[in-house]
């Protein structure tokens, strides 16, 4: 109400004495020679317009600037209080004059890294851009192109860059499409366009290289870096050209490029971001890729060592005493992130639990990184799947007694993959255990992108004036990764039912595990390995419920005839460069003959416990001819075979007993070829 | 989930050759109520089938007593519930073997000894309803020692049917378990050189700890491949430089510098809210707003104020409202502007906007809903025949200048002609519409405008 009454009275006719207008002149040159001690001298003789919203704003600012920009916490209060005061609020900001204020607030916000709120703001802010004078435009409009690159928005970055080419060329007063209906179409005359300063292009375009790259229009990015390239000290142009090369597969000359740069172009105390920093981290993104995962944590933990050593050394002296430039730049979560996912890739499953939950603190809502979380759970319960084809394996456990007495102990699992446990402790614990993995895989599943042909809703039209809706939250992406394109995101969705599928497996909760294995058969595409895998666990799972037939039918290897990772190539219309970042995959068991083998071996089991001995049994011999150095069976066969035997009734305990007894570096071998023999003895 | 090495003890010992020969069947019953509670009457089951199995009770009396005391563990309850049951079917009619390869089935995991004449007619006595008083009071080697009586044979088959019954409700998986406890007899072995001692301490080894072998089974086994790790494009973050110091707090530069154009427009607007403004006035502001591009943003209004300007100065409103065609804010007017009480003035508004430049379609659609439903809900039935012929003819001009395309509005418009036909402006649209409908305009079949 108070605001309503203050909005009708109108403002006082501006009466500025002619001494104020001089001391106002005076600050703003002092504060323009750096001079804040005298600009704030001059401000502070200003007193008598207590009521001028500009004046306890200007102090402000003055403070800050005189505190070498380190009180930032006093002048975010100061603004508070000022916006207080004067009755600005965000929501219901209707004045240009209240809008230097607020772009201010956005600008710590910024530096805080609380982009979501920062954007709240500049939403705002941005609608009056165009009553703006040009400098401070381009200010506001740098801000908001920064932000949504912190968003990983390149879409509206470019749209924000255009506007302001357009704005600043063509001064914005002619309104783009304006035309006589009655028929006469009015020819809108542009004035010839202001050029913009070199700088300033260049800035523009850095901006714009970023949005490509983060687009992945590497063959535009490519192009418009070769005129930034130009000027070979222009340390940006070349981080962001080794990025292109990176994304374009040319590793060395990315690393060329990469050590180029002199080792401290930028010094965090100046710049609020080290290159060194981004030179280890970078090298580690680059030896990820090439599949040197030990290489790039190597990297990895040199930035991150950097990181900590330059954020902490300025941290002992209390957050007040930061620059603002260096308030956010801290790139703890991100080489975190990119740590965990090398470690994984290095096989060190539970080292990278611990930084990916680190960075799953920032990036809450990535699914791509729950999921990975949920794959250093899988690997801390399974290091690989070569363990169930080792050769040797402990059929058993112990021997008891002695004489005509003598009893075997057999095992009664030969791989560790279900764990049906009973315990009561909550799966929410924060330990790379498969009850948290399944947690992992849900929040994942909910937070898949969309893929991106179904664009997201746009801004409703009418709204209610000077009232800003709330904001939503930030839909769910793949920050701190730039965003994926539709194959990703099904290839994204289908590791994490896969996923999911097999960690219900193990925790014994199959009908879970079936529905996650059909919805991946069911899906529109879905790789070689990916249809193995759900074939495999969705037979498992109708096992477990009882249904062999329908299980049976999964397990057929005509159902699967190549062993790819990647998606069914479709014809791809995009000209778009291929990006080639990933590592080289690796999976046991790395062909299809052995993958046909695990169809194979599982189909004798549900043979087996189906009743059907000797056709398991027939299956058994077969996939025992199939073996080879390249075609390793699952080690689990010998122990079916005496399985199948005892039940026939069939074996010859002394023969078992010297083999097992005596054959502990080569049991399986052994009792094998004396199953062989035995078998043809029968069948003869 | 298994006995405990006391409670082993306790077992064996009721077992034990001496006890079983001096004690009668009544009393070792008695001894089992006394050292077992029903909890563990189970457990108590188990190992006793465990024995059996492993034939680690070589001796008859021996058998006979752990039949009695299986039996006995679950005595007041049908013979079928109990979860021993199959054992004494088994017992009585060991499975014979349909081999499927021919040879004769010698063994299978979880073997059941085979039971002398005497033993079977004695676990058939067990079983069946007849008084268990003439053998509980015997010794089990009275028991085993008495005349072989005459062959009575009693029919099980209820129980079997049960029995197979519940079977067949189980899962094919429950039922492929069998013991990992394996006979394995030495080769050359001596056969009946063992001592009682070391059968015990092989006995506790088989039936007591936390996972004792007599509980476990082994089911044949899947592989379970665990899957393999994403494999994606452009997952780590590369970092570039991103250069923070350019976003700093700025100053506001216009402090204390006195707007003086901006104010004079902005008293010039002020009363603009309230009145009509003279035709001077109206000429020294259209001429400021035309000297000054950005002179739009600094006079004060807001969306709030635009109704009051509509409805006072039109013309001002449409001029400023054209300026403010690249702003931001534009929706935010548009919005209040269809929202606005319908009047002449905002109608003029509007109408002049769309012939200018292109207004949003929604905003077109929901001024014109707007107007319809103000003219169907006003009271006063002079201002609604003064309304109704303003929006005719408004539509008219939209319609004529295809501005809207009148298909998508076809039915809520002839609605309304149709409710005020008495209006002869109504008729005339709805005279239009007709024409249009059949075509004879040309409007309808031309496409919509295109939106450029």
Same mark, same amino acid.
């Given at each position: 109400?108070?605001?309503?009454?203050?909005?009708?009275q109108?403002?006082?006719p501006?009466?500025?004495?002619?001494?104020?207008?001089?001391?106002?002149?005076n600050a703003?040159a002092?504060?323009?020679?750096k001079?804040?001690?005298?600009c704030l001298?001059?401000?502070?003789?200003?007193?008598n317009r207590?009521?001028d919203?500009r004046?306890?704003?200007n102090?402000?600012?003055?403070?800050?600037?005189?505190?070498d920009?380190?009180?930032?916490?006093?002048?975010q209060?100061?603004?508070?209080?000022?916006?207080?005061?004067f009755?600005?609020?965000?929501?219901?900001?209707?004045?240009?004059?209240?809008?230097?204020?607020?772009f201010?607030?956005?600008?710590?916000?910024?530096?805080?890294?609380q982009?979501?709120?920062?954007?709240r703001?500049?939403d705002?802010?941005?609608?009056f851009?165009?009553?703006m004078?040009?400098?401070l435009?381009?200010?506001?409009?740098l801000?908001?192109i920064?932000?949504?690159l912190?968003?990983?928005?390149?879409?509206?970055a470019?749209?924000l860059i255009n506007?302001?080419e357009?704005?600043?060329?063509?001064?914005?007063s002619i309104p783009?499409?304006?035309?006589d209906?009655?028929?006469k179409e009015?020819?809108?005359q542009l004035?010839p366009?202001?050029?913009?300063?070199?700088?300033?292009?260049k800035?523009?375009?850095?901006?714009?290289?970023?949005?490509?790259?983060i687009?992945h229009s590497?063959?535009?990015?490519?192009?418009?870096v070769q005129?930034l390239?130009?000027?070979?000290?222009?340390i940006?142009?070349?981080f962001?050209?080794?990025?292109?090369?990176?994304?374009?597969?040319?590793?060395?000359?990315?690393?060329?490029?990469l050590?180029?740069?002199?080792?401290?172009?930028l010094?965090f105390?100046?710049?609020?971001?080290?290159?060194?920093?981004?030179?280890?981290?970078?090298?580690?993104?680059?030896?990820?890729?090439?599949?040197?995962p030990?290489l790039a944590?190597?990297?990895?933990?040199?930035?991150?060592?950097?990181?900590i050593?330059?954020?902490?050394s300025n941290s002992?002296?209390?957050?007040?005493?930061?620059p603002l430039?260096?308030?956010g730049g801290?790139?703890?979560?991100?080489?975190?992130?990119?740590?965990?996912?090398?470690?994984?890739?290095?096989h060190?499953?539970?080292q990278?639990?611990d930084?990916?939950i680190?960075a799953?603190r920032?990036?809450h809502?990535?699914?791509?990184?729950w999921m990975?979380?949920?794959e250093c759970?899988?690997?801390?319960h399974k290091?690989?799947?070569e363990?169930?084809f080792?050769k040797?394996?402990?059929?058993?456990?112990?021997?008891?007694?002695?004489?005509?007495?003598?009893k075997?102990?057999?095992?009664?699992n030969l791989?560790?993959?279900?764990k049906?446990?009973?315990?009561?402790?909550s799966?929410?614990?924060p330990?790379?255990?498969?009850?948290f993995?399944?947690?992992?895989?849900?929040n994942?599943?909910?937070?898949?992108?969309?893929?991106?042909?179904?664009?997201?809703?746009?801004?409703?039209?009418?709204?209610?004036?000077?009232v800003?809706?709330?904001a939503?939250?930030?839909p769910?992406?793949a920050?701190?990764?730039?965003?994926l394109?539709?194959?990703?995101v099904?290839q994204?969705?289908?590791?994490?039912?896969i996923?999911?599928?097999?960690?219900?497996?193990?925790?014994?909760?199959y009908v879970?595990?079936?529905?996650?294995?059909q919805e991946?058969?069911d899906?529109e595409s879905?790789?070689?390995?990916?249809?193995?895998?759900?074939h495999?666990?969705?037979?498992?799972?109708?096992?477990?419920?009882?249904k062999?037939?329908?299980?049976i039918?999964?397990?057929?290897?005509?159902n699967?005839?190549s062993?790819s990772?990647?998606?069914?190539?479709?014809?791809?219309?995009?000209?778009?460069?291929?990006?080639?970042?990933n590592?080289p995959p690796?999976?046991?068991?790395?062909?299809?003959?052995?993958?046909?083998?695990?169809?194979q071996y599982?189909?004798?089991v549900?043979?087996t416990?189906?009743?059907?001995?000797?056709?398991a049994?027939?299956?058994?011999?077969q996939?025992?001819?199939q073996r080879?150095?390249v075609c390793?069976?699952p080690?689990?066969i010998?122990?079916?075979?005496i399985?199948?035997?005892?039940?026939?009734?069939l074996i010859?305990?002394?023969?078992?007993?010297?083999?097992?007894?005596?054959?502990?570096t080569?049991?399986?071998?052994n009792l094998i070829?004396q199953y062989?023999?035995q078998?043809?003895?029968l069948?003869? | 989930m298994?006995l405990s090495?006391?409670?082993?003890d306790?077992?064996?010992?009721?077992?034990?050759?001496?006890?079983?020969r001096?004690?009668?069947?009544?009393?070792?019953?008695?001894d089992?109520h006394?050292k077992?509670?029903a909890?563990?009457?189970f457990?108590?089951?188990?190992?006793?089938?465990?024995?059996?199995?492993?034939?680690l009770l070589?001796?008859?009396e021996?058998r006979?007593?752990?039949?009695?005391?299986l039996?006995?563990?679950?005595?007041?309850?049908?013979?079928?519930?109990t979860?021993?049951a199959?054992?004494?079917?088994?017992l009585?009619h060991?499975p014979?073997?349909?081999?499927?390869?021919?040879a004769p089935?010698l063994?299978?995991?979880g073997?059941l000894?085979r039971?002398?004449?005497q033993?079977?007619?004695?676990?058939?006595?067990l079983?069946?309803d007849?008084?268990k008083?003439?053998?509980m009071?015997?010794t089990?080697?009275?028991?085993?020692n008495a005349?072989p009586?005459?062959?009575?044979p009693t029919?099980f088959?209820?129980?079997?049917?049960?029995?197979?019954e519940?079977q067949s409700?189980?899962?094919?998986?429950?039922?492929?378990?069998?013991?990992?406890i394996?006979?394995?007899p030495?080769?050359g072995?001596?056969?009946?050189t063992?001592?009682?001692?070391?059968?015990?301490?092989?006995i506790?080894?088989?039936a007591?700890?936390d996972?004792?072998?007599?509980?476990?089974?082994?089911?044949?086994?899947?592989?379970?491949?665990?899957?393999?790790?994403?494999n994606?494009?452009?997952e780590l973050?590369?970092l570039n430089p991103?250069?923070?110091?350019?976003?700093y707090?700025?100053?506001?530069?216009?402090?204390?510098?006195?707007?003086?154009?901006g104010?004079?427009a902005?008293?010039l607007?002020?009363?603009?809210?309230?009145?009509?403004?003279?035709?001077?006035?109206?000429?020294?502001l259209?001429?400021?707003?035309?000297?000054?591009?950005?002179?739009?943003?600094?006079?004060?209004?807001?969306? %709030?104020k635009?109704p009051?300007?509509v409805? @006072?100065n039109?013309?001002?409103? /449409? $001029? !400023?409202?054209?300026?403010?065609?690249?702003?931001?804010?534009?929706?935010?007017?548009?919005s209040?502007?269809v929202?606005m009480?319908?009047?002449?003035?905002?109608?003029e508004?509007?109408n002049r906007l769309t012939?200018?430049?292109?207004?949003?379609?929604e905003?077109?659609?929901?001024?014109i809903?707007?107007c319809?439903s103000?003219?169907?809900?006003?009271?006063?039935?002079y201002?609604?025949?003064?309304?109704?012929?303003?929006?005719?003819?408004?539509?008219? %001009?939209?319609?004529?200048?295809?501005?809207? @395309?009148?298909?998508?509005?076809? /039915? $809520? !418009?002839?609605a309304?002609?149709?409710e005020f036909?008495r209006?002869?402006e109504?008729a005339?649209?709805?005279?239009?519409?007709?024409?249009?409908?059949?075509?004879?305009l040309?409007?309808?079949?031309?496409?919509?405008?295109?939106?450029?």
């Amino acid at each position: 109400m108070a605001d309503k009454a203050e909005k009708d009275q109108e403002k006082p006719p501006e009466i500025v004495s002619d001494q104020e207008k001089d001391l106002a002149q005076n600050a703003l040159a002092e504060f323009k020679k750096k001079n804040y001690a005298a600009c704030l001298q001059c401000i502070n003789k200003l007193e008598n317009r207590s009521n001028d919203l500009r004046v306890a704003h200007n102090k402000a600012v003055a403070e800050f600037f005189k505190s070498d920009c380190k009180k930032t916490e006093q002048f975010q209060k100061n603004l508070t209080a000022i916006c207080n005061q004067f009755l600005v609020r965000a929501e219901k900001l209707d004045d240009v004059e209240h809008s230097i204020i607020q772009f201010n607030q956005a600008v710590i916000l910024y530096h805080q890294k609380q982009y979501t709120a920062a954007q709240r703001i500049m939403d705002r802010v941005c609608k009056f851009i165009e009553p703006m004078e040009e400098s401070l435009a381009k200010q506001v409009s740098l801000l908001a192109i920064e932000l949504q690159l912190c968003f990983r928005e390149p879409e509206k970055a470019l749209t924000l860059i255009n506007y302001l080419e357009n704005n600043l060329m063509y001064g914005g007063s002619i309104p783009l499409k304006s035309f006589d209906k009655a028929g006469k179409e009015k020819k809108v005359q542009l004035p010839p366009p202001k050029p913009l300063s070199e700088e300033f292009e260049k800035k523009l375009l850095r901006y714009k290289l970023r949005c490509y790259i983060i687009n992945h229009s590497l063959n535009t990015a490519f192009k418009e870096v070769q005129v930034l390239m130009k000027d070979k000290s222009n340390i940006d142009a070349l981080f962001l050209a080794a990025n292109i090369e990176y994304l374009k597969g040319n590793v060395r000359e990315s690393m060329k490029i990469l050590s180029s740069i002199p080792n401290d172009a930028l010094r965090f105390s100046d710049c609020g971001e080290s290159s060194t920093i981004m030179f280890y981290n970078n090298m580690g993104v680059i030896h990820h890729a090439i599949g040197k995962p030990n290489l790039a944590c190597h990297y990895f933990q040199m930035a991150l060592k950097e990181d900590i050593n330059l954020c902490q050394s300025n941290s002992k002296k209390g957050n007040e005493e930061k620059p603002l430039h260096m308030l956010g730049g801290s790139r703890y979560h991100e080489l975190m992130y990119n740590l965990g996912i090398s470690l994984l890739h290095a096989h060190k499953p539970v080292q990278a639990f611990d930084c990916l939950i680190v960075a799953v603190r920032r990036y809450h809502r990535n699914s791509r990184l729950w999921m990975r979380i949920a794959e250093c759970c899988i690997m801390v319960h399974k290091e690989s799947n070569e363990v169930d084809f080792e050769k040797q394996k402990n059929l058993i456990v112990d021997i008891v007694g002695t004489k005509d007495k003598q009893k075997v102990i057999l095992t009664t699992n030969l791989s560790s993959d279900k764990k049906y446990s009973s315990e009561s402790q909550s799966y929410a614990v924060p330990v790379p255990s498969l009850e948290f993995a399944s947690l992992c895989l849900r929040n994942a599943l909910l937070l898949v992108p969309p893929s991106s042909d179904s664009a997201s809703t746009p801004d409703p039209l009418f709204l209610i004036p000077g009232v800003t809706p709330p904001a939503p939250p930030p839909p769910p992406s793949a920050s701190p990764s730039n965003p994926l394109d539709g194959r990703e995101v099904t290839q994204l969705r289908n590791a994490i039912l896969i996923a999911a599928a097999y960690v219900s497996l193990c925790l014994g909760d199959y009908v879970i595990a079936l529905e996650h294995a059909q919805e991946v058969l069911d899906g529109e595409s879905a790789s070689d390995v990916h249809r193995l895998l759900a074939h495999l666990y969705a037979a498992e799972a109708l096992i477990l419920m009882d249904k062999i037939t329908d299980a049976i039918e999964h397990l057929n290897p005509e159902n699967i005839k190549s062993l790819s990772f990647d998606l069914p190539s479709t014809l791809d219309k995009s000209e778009k460069v291929q990006l080639r970042t990933n590592p080289p995959p690796k999976w046991f068991p790395n062909n299809l003959t052995s993958a046909h083998v695990v169809m194979q071996y599982n189909m004798a089991v549900a043979k087996t416990i189906r009743g059907q001995l000797d056709q398991a049994s027939a299956i058994l011999k077969q996939i025992w001819q199939q073996r080879s150095s390249v075609c390793r069976v699952p080690s689990h066969i010998v122990m079916l075979f005496i399985y199948i035997e005892l039940q026939l009734g069939l074996i010859d305990f002394q023969v078992i007993n010297f083999f097992l007894l005596t054959g502990h570096t080569d049991v399986a071998k052994n009792l094998i070829r004396q199953y062989s023999v035995q078998q043809q003895r029968l069948t003869s | 989930m298994a006995l405990s090495v006391d409670q082993c003890d306790a077992l064996l010992n009721i077992l034990d050759l001496q006890s079983v020969r001096n004690f009668t069947l009544e009393a070792l019953c008695n001894d089992i109520h006394k050292k077992f509670e029903a909890r563990d009457f189970f457990k108590v089951g188990t190992c006793i089938v465990m024995l059996l199995q492993n034939n680690l009770l070589p001796e008859p009396e021996q058998r006979l007593v752990a039949f009695t005391l299986l039996y006995e563990l679950y005595r007041g309850e049908p013979l079928a519930n109990t979860p021993f049951a199959s054992v004494f079917i088994h017992l009585l009619h060991p499975p014979e073997h349909q081999s499927n390869v021919g040879a004769p089935k010698l063994e299978y995991p979880g073997q059941l000894p085979r039971l002398f004449p005497q033993e079977k007619h004695f676990l058939t006595q067990l079983m069946s309803d007849v008084s268990k008083d003439s053998f509980m009071k015997k010794t089990a080697v009275q028991v085993i020692n008495a005349d072989p009586p005459q062959h009575s044979p009693t029919d099980f088959s209820m129980i079997q049917l049960l029995l197979a019954e519940k079977q067949s409700e189980l899962p094919q998986t429950c039922k492929t378990g069998i013991p990992v406890i394996v006979s394995l007899p030495e080769k050359g072995s001596n056969s009946y050189t063992t001592d009682a001692g070391s059968d015990d301490a092989l006995i506790k080894k088989l039936a007591t700890g936390d996972d004792a072998p007599m509980n476990k089974v082994y089911k044949p086994e899947f592989v379970t491949l665990a899957p393999p790790l994403l494999n994606c494009q452009d997952e780590l973050v590369w970092l570039n430089p991103t250069t923070p110091k350019e976003h700093y707090p700025v100053y506001d530069s216009s402090m204390c510098v006195p707007d003086i154009a901006g104010y004079e427009a902005r008293q010039l607007m002020n009363k603009a809210y309230k009145s009509a403004l003279s035709i001077p006035q109206q000429q020294q502001l259209l001429t400021e707003l035309e000297n000054d591009s950005k002179l739009v943003y600094h006079i004060g209004l807001t969306p %709030s104020k635009l109704p009051d300007l509509v409805e @006072n100065n039109p013309l001002i409103a /449409i $001029e !400023v409202l054209l300026k403010l065609m690249q702003s931001k804010q534009i929706t935010e007017y548009f919005s209040v502007l269809v929202n606005m009480e319908m009047s002449l003035h905002s109608m003029e508004v509007v109408n002049r906007l769309t012939t200018t430049v292109d207004l949003p379609t929604e905003f077109v659609h929901l001024y014109i809903s707007n107007c319809i439903s103000t003219c169907e809900t006003i009271k006063d039935r002079y201002m609604q025949n003064r309304l109704v012929r303003l929006v005719c003819v408004f539509l008219q %001009s939209l319609i004529r200048n295809k501005i809207i @395309n009148v298909q998508e509005l076809f /039915i $809520e !418009v002839q609605a309304f002609c149709i409710e005020f036909s008495r209006i002869r402006e109504a008729a005339a649209l709805f005279r239009l519409l007709k024409q249009l409908e059949s075509g004879e305009l040309g409007l309808v079949s031309s496409p919509p405008l295109p939106k450029t």
